[in-house]
């Protein structure tokens, strides 16, 4: 009897939830990439509700905990407006958020000075993380970017983080984000890098993912509704 007792109050024990890592690129904007509009689609964002989160900025030093509010839009002027949501961050001043990544955690993370780089654009990115040193380029031979892939190394360690696979239409190659939340004192990254102009895909690297031979792998994704 006393065993059928210890059972029972063992299997009345909430267990924990299992989740999927989550990424919340709050400040831009929904899959309109840098736009920042008022509302996000419910296949985007609609998960996001709740605490456990951490979050930090451009210039963080520190990851904070954080809740994400996720309220259905609230002035509705067509069918569409019934896949859209509002989304409210507290702090305010965040810009990105995660969930569910047990490495990643509220206290000490670096921040790099590095803010939307355009590689296309602005060039090669180099990137110091302590005594660590990363580029971060766009190399292709054809003008129209077909054949471009953005690669990263740190001197010794090449690898592709991106390829265009020879169809492009009006591409992105963009470094939002560089610095090191997982605390290994390597490398971390948000990129957008796209051969489409309408896909944002808004992508966390992780040195803590990274394979054998790889400097970062991927930690999660935020998926647009493109």
């Not at 995660?98 to 590095?114: H, I, K, Q, Y």
Request: aromatic share 8%.
């Amino acid at each position: 009897m006393a065993i059928l007792l210890l059972f029972l109050a063992l299997a009345s024990v909430a267990q924990p939830i299992p989740c999927e890592p989550q990424f919340a690129p709050l400040d831009t904007g929904t899959s309109s990439g840098e736009t920042e509009l008022d509302h996000w689609w419910k296949d985007e964002a609609g998960s996001w509700a709740g605490k456990n989160w951490v979050g930090w900025t451009h210039e963080s030093t520190r990851l904070v905990p954080a809740e994400l509010i996720v309220r259905p839009l609230a002035d509705r002027d067509n069918l569409y407006d019934e896949d859209r949501v509002t989304v409210e961050w507290r702090p305010k001043t965040l810009s990105y958020a995660v969930r569910c990544m047990p490495l990643v955690r509220a206290g000490r993370m670096e921040s790099a000075p590095v803010v939307n780089h355009d590689l296309e654009f602005s060039g090669p990115l180099e990137i110091a993380l302590g005594k660590r040193r990363y580029t971060v380029r766009l190399e292709r031979a054809r003008a129209d970017l077909t054949d471009a892939k953005v690669v990263l190394s740190d001197g010794t360690v090449k690898q592709m983080l991106y390829s265009t696979d020879g169809f492009v239409d009006e591409p992105h190659f963009e470094i939002e984000w560089a610095g090191d939340i997982d605390r290994d004192g390597r490398l971390d990254l948000v990129v957008n890098l796209s051969r489409k102009y309408s896909i944002h895909p808004h992508r966390l690297l992780l040195s803590t993912k990274a394979k054998t031979s790889e400097l970062v792998g991927e930690a999660a994704v935020f998926k647009t509704g493109n």
